[in-house]
């Protein structure tokens, strides 16, 4: 695949990110940033100010 092509790909289109569990985190907090960050292969989302209980809670669902 060209460069440009694999800029353009979805994270879990990518053979190397395909596993990897991945957190957004923003500052927004809007359900339309949630959904575009799901849509975009992440599985779970997460808002600032970052909580270290809730945040783990998400990593260790994902990583368990």
Partial sequence: LSLRRQR??????????????????????????????????C???DTKPVDITRLLSKINNLIN
Wanted: net charge negative; aromatic share 2%; proline share 5%.
């Fill in 8 to 41: 353009q790909m979805c994270i879990r289109d990518r053979p190397e990110t395909k596993l990897i569990p991945i957190i957004a985190l923003s500052a927004h907090a809007m359900q339309e940033h949630k959904d575009r960050a799901l849509e975009a292969g």
């Fill in 43 to 45: 599985d779970d989302y």
